[in-house]
Every structure is written in structure tokens, then in C-alpha cells.
């Protein structure tokens, strides 16, 4: 690498163009809406920047805060099912034959490139009350209930006199499912990649001194794969929180999270000065977790450099 | 031989956990989880059904498709979407590349900092980057005209799509750098090479796998987009994703399937190309 100095004219010939388009169209925009965020509402239209907290001091409103709740525990809760299921996933691919290695990767990455609208209207096609989930479900319920008549408890009803659809859109259930479904592939990765590096032989040695293979999993490789887990985590949560397709089409305006509420600002509500304090919000949570992600990312390398 | 019956002795290794059922199991029904729904859908496409297409089968028919080939402005968005893709595609790969080599070239004052500016781009919520050049472009009176002719009434999206994928370029281009020997510049340097020369007989050749990667990732970003877009076009700037979103509003038809079809179809496409420049051991974070 060399010094900006030693060739000044050729650093700026690179650099300049992308700062300028970066601070021009991205954090000029964001400064405009952080200005805004301080701003009241003269007319529909126009926005006069009053420095007033009231923008801020709404987000404390009994409706803001559920809101941000039913948003926290949504994406929490689908992060977590979504880092269950990654586990295995990963570690059958990370431990696969090098042959089938790519393979298997690339069935789980390939869906991550199909458009998010079009997965989600899939999905829309799936979960309807009529839709093919609650066709397997009913399948699965006849099959359950011939077999308790096959035990001869068939008179005691166990599973319900007929088969009731679940409905799903417009519940927490369906969103949740459409969260974990796209962003099931942004879990997979980090996972498997701190598997595929790590020192396998630690695994020998606990095997080797009479572990279990659940215990070895639970002392050795947990804590060895934490790096990913945790890096899983954040790349999954941050987008779930701020997702704006997946509650607006599977949660039918019922199930409302944080972008539905923004971008009603905007589009409907005509509240700039409201939408944008929520936008920065969102944002400020965003860097937050970012900030502890790394944070523990740094200290996870510091220990491993002090164990060599 | 040999190495079977030992298989068979030690059933479990210490790192063999794909040949495990249970976790065969559970990858098998990941893989269905999330590919059933995208078949459902390309199957329903041929649904010879006119409402609720998606309810019950009622035979093959590919009518639907003949249908989306006719239904004007859903043809024009899908033109939209091309159109934003590609030529926001060439913008994002040329600034991709600029910033890829200051990083990778140039030590200079608070370099940390500029490398958190532009992966920036990358990690906040799509809403919050939709929001604010929403907001930009209007409060500075950027509106485009209702009457502009066809690829300039697009400006205000293109620049978005600019905006949120080049640092993906960057970063896709900045890892081909990290194979470039240096000994090589050096050399043509001494042979007598001005600066330019050496970027474009040296530097750039070694980049095009990159060039390439980028060019289609920020194609993909770019044609799979919705928030961002939904929030810079206009009325008459519908594109692809946000003509299918308004239909999905009104009905689920199984035009809107075939629709999909189609465009799940030219992703595809498009990641067979990119698998072919960029190896897919090194999975992208």
C-alpha cells in the first residue's frame, strides 16, 4: 500500500468520485431527514425546521411503543428459529464431502436471489386459509385422526370433531414465517462459515477424553461457532426489524412493524417530520446492535489470539 | 474396504455430522421450506382458473403467459426494470471499481472512517435509505417532469439503484484485488508505463472477474429491489416489482404467477453467469 501523497492526482482521480456520490445522494438525504426530524408541519406540504423534540417525544406514545415491541419480539423470536434451523444446516454442509460442498450451498444461497416481492407473494399463495400449507395440514390432521381410530380412540374427537383451517395472514404466524423464510439463507452463512474454519481437532480431543457427542457439542463446538452465531444473529435481525414487504403483504395491515408505520408517514399520513424521527430511530437501533456485534466480534479475537 | 468397516466401528467421528440422518433430516426440510413455495407458485402460473387462481387446479393452460405478454403496462414496467438495472448496473461497477482501488491501493488520514461510509450503504434498513431520497429528491425540487421521454423520466431510481449497490460492487471487486501481485505494476512501471497504462493494461485486466461478480450482483440488487423504489418512483416510473406489488394489492391471479415466472427464470440465468466468474466455495457475508 502506498502513501495518498505519493501520487496525489491519481488518489484523487479514484477517490473523489465515489465520496461525491456517496455524501451527495446518501448523506446529504440522511442529514435532510435528521434536519426533518426536529421539523413541524406548517402546511401539508412544507416543513419548517423548529428544532422541537416533539417528533422524538411521540415515539413514547402507548400505540409507538407497542408497535416497537411487537416488532422487537417478532424479529427476535424469528431469529432465533431462524438460527435453529441454520445450525444443522450448516453444519451438514460444512461437513459434507468436498465435492458436495458447493452444491449444497448453493441450494440453500439460490433463493436469497430470487426477488423478495415475488417469495413473498409466494408465500401469499401458500398460506391462505384455502392454501396449500393448510392442505398439508389438513392431510397431516386425517392421517393423525385415522390412526387414533385405528387405536379405537377414534370417539374421543383428540384432535377436534373436523379439520379447522389455521389462518395465517393477518396473524403474527404468517409474518413470522415469511421472515424466516427470506432471511433463513443470511443465517446459514456466517454459521457455516465459522464451522468451516475452525480447529477440528479440539472436537478429537474432547471425543478422545470420553465427552459425548452432545457434550461436545454443547461445550466445544457451540462456543467455538459463537463468532457466526453472533454474526448470524445481527445480519438476520437487522433486516427483519426494518422489513417493510413482509408484514404489509402476509400481515394484511394487521400485524404492523416498524417500516409499515414509516412508510404510511410518507406515503399516506403526510407526516414527514414523524416518519423521518421513526426512520432515525430505526437507524440509531440499527448502529447500536451493529456497534455491539463488533464489539464482541473484537473480543472474541482477542481471546483467541491470548490462546495462540 | 477397509475404510468401510472402520466407518461402520465408529459411527460418529468427530466431525462427521452430514452423515447423520437426523441432520440430513432437518437440511432436507430446509431445502423444501424454501423451495416449495416457489414451485407452488410456478406450477399455479399454468392454473387454468380465473379467480383465486391459487385455490384449486383446474388444468394446464399457458393462456396466463399470453395474457402477461399482453398486458401492456405490465410489459412496460418489466422494460423499466430492465433498463434501471442495466444502466445503473454500469454506473455501480465504474464506482465500484474507483473505490475498490483507493482501498485497496492508498493509505491515507482517516481511511477507517471512509471504509465505514461506504459499507454504510449496505447495512441500514432499505426503509431508511428509501425514505430519505424520497425526501431528497422532493424537497430539492428534483421531480421529473411528467413528459420526459423514456430512459431520463427513470433518473430519480437510477441514482438510487446506484446508491445502495455500488459499495456491494466495491466490496465484490476490492477481494479480486487482494490476488493482484504487485511485482507485476512495478514492473511495467519500470518498463516506462505512465500511470494510466498501468491501470488499464495491468490493474484492469486483472480485475475483470471482479468487474464481472460486481456487475452482476449490482444487477440482481437492482432488478430485485422494492422499498427503495417504491419510494423515488413516480406514477409514470412503474417498475416490475412495483406493477406486480399493486396487483398483488388488488387480486392473486395467475397472471401475476406467470409474471413471476418469467422473472424467477432471467435471476436464474443470471446466477448460472455469476457462478461461472465467481467461485461459490467463498460464500459472501
Redesign the interface.
Known sequence: ????RR?FR??L???T???A??VL??????A??WL?SFGENETITKIRVTWTLDNYRRLLEPEIVSLFWRSVWLSVLSTAICIV?AY??A???????PKW??W????????F???????T??????L?T???LNDLLHWLWSMGDGALAALGLGDLQLLGERFVPVKFLGEPAGVMIGLI?VY??FAV??I??SLERLD?SY??A??DLGAS?WR?FRQILLPLSSGGIN?AMV?TF??M??S??IPD?LGRGQVDM??NV??RQ?KSGND?PF??AL??F??YV?FIL?ALQSFAAMRQRRREEARG | MVSRTRQKRAP?G??????KVS??L??FL??I??????V??VI?SFNDSRRGG??IWKGFTTKYYEKAFNNDALVESFINSLTIALVSTIFAV???A??A??L?????PLKPV?EG??S??I???????G??????FS?FGLYVPRDVAFPLNLTNII??H??FS?PFA?MVIRTRLNSFNREMEEAARDLGAS?FQVFRDILLPHMRPGLVAGALLAF?LS??D??IT??TSGPNTVTF?IK??SM?RFS?TPE??AA?TI??LI??A??FVA?RFQS??E???
Not at chain 1, 104 to 109: A, G, K, Y
Not at chain 1, 121 to 126: E, G, H, R
Open positions: 500500500m502506498e502513501s495518498y501520487n491519481a488518489f482521480a479514484f477517490f468520485p465515489s465520496f456520490w456517496l445522494f446518501f448523506f446529504v438525504p440522511l435532510i431527514i426533518y434451523i444443522p444446516i453444519m451438514v454442509i460444512a461437513t459434507a464431502k460442498k458447493p449444497l450451498l448453493l441450494v440453500i444461497i439460490l433463493p436471489w430470487t426477488n423478495l416481492l415475488i417469495r407473494y409466494a408465500l401469499l399463495n401458500i391462505g384455502r392454501g396449500r423464510y433463513l439463507p452463512l456466517p457455516y462459515a477440528r472436537l478429537e474432547s471425543l457427542q461436545t454474526t445480519i437487522i433486516p426489524l426494518g417493510f414487504l403483504l416498524i417500516a414509516i412508510e410518507f414527514w416518519g423521518s426512520s432515525l430505526l437507524l440499527t451493529l | 460418529a468427530p466431525f462427521d455430522y452430514s452423515r441432520l440430513r432437518v437440511f430446509g431445502a421450506f424454501l423451495y416449495a413455495p416457489i407452488v407458485l399455479f391459487n385455490v465504474i464506482l465500484g474507483v473505490t482501488v483507493v485497496w491501493r492508498f493509505r491515507f471512509y461510509m461506504v454504510l450503504p447495512v441500514i434498513p432499505e426503509i431508511c435509505m425514505v430519505s431520497l424520497a425526501v431528497f424537497s441514482i438510487a446506484i446508491t455500488f466495491a500511470e440482481t432488478l430485485d422494492f422499498v417504491f419510494f416489482p406486480v406489488y398483488v392473486v401475476i404467477n413471476s422473472l424467477i435471476t436464474l443470471v446466477t457462478m461459490f466455495e460464500p459472501r457475508k
